[in-house]
């Protein structure tokens, strides 16, 4: 399967990793049926997995198999907020993330099925239970760094690090 990519920015968070959620849309589609059927808007929890998807990290997490583990490059780790890196450890320890729009909901509806990063809508989905996601199989993460910021030294300790030296001669 296709390398999953998620660029970071300044602005990334591990949310924004995990999974994104259209509330907007979903509230614009539960006044416009309620415009259509005279009543008050409904935001039932049939339809909660159509305003949902996966990022990169939830669909790697998702989608890895024992035999096949997905991939995901973390590009450009040192331009996240200080924080980014230790959201992911508790993530990475845990092997599983909640995604509160579903777990308001789990008494009413316990299994959404909710679209992956790589995907269109409908072609693949994975099921979440109780609004709490569980990797079945960890994906190998790779980040990359520029080295413009250090890491959390325990986050650092968690990892394999590898060096890139400049291939170019050096200059005099």
């Known amino acids: 399967r296709p390398v999953l990519l998620w660029p970071i920015n300044s602005r990334s968070t591990l949310t924004e990793g995990l999974y994104h959620y259209d509330a907007l849309a979903r509230l614009r589609d539960a006044q416009r049926l309620?415009?259509?059927?005279?009543?008050?808007?409904?935001?039932?929890?049939?339809?909660?997995?159509?305003?949902?998807?996966?990022?990169?990290?939830?669909?790697?997490?998702?989608?890895?198999?024992?035999?096949?583990?997905?991939?995901?490059?973390?590009?450009?780790?040192?331009?996240?907020?200080?924080?980014?890196?230790?959201?992911?450890?508790?993530?990475?320890?845990?092997?599983?993330?909640?995604?509160?729009?579903?777990?308001?909901?789990?008494?009413?509806?316990?299994?959404?099925?909710?679209?992956?990063?790589?995907?269109?809508?409908?072609?693949?989905?994975?099921?979440?239970?109780?609004?709490?996601?569980?990797c079945q199989a960890f994906p190998l993460v790779i980040l990359t760094s520029n080295g413009e910021r250090e890491l959390p030294p325990a986050f650092l300790r968690r990892c394999l690090r590898l060096r890139c030296r400049s291939a170019l001669p050096p200059t005099v």
């Open 34 to 134: 309620q415009e259509q059927r005279g009543r008050e808007p409904s935001l039932a929890a049939e339809d909660i997995g159509s305003y949902l998807r996966l990022g990169p990290l939830g669909t790697a997490l998702l989608t890895s198999l024992p035999t096949s583990p997905r991939v995901l490059i973390i590009d450009e780790i040192d331009k996240s907020d200080i924080d980014l890196a230790n959201d992911l450890l508790h993530v990475f320890e845990e092997g599983a993330f909640s995604i509160p729009e579903l777990l308001r909901l789990a008494e009413a509806q316990s299994e959404v099925a909710v679209p992956v990063w790589d995907s269109d809508e409908k072609s693949q989905r994975v099921l979440i239970h109780r609004g709490r996601a569980r």
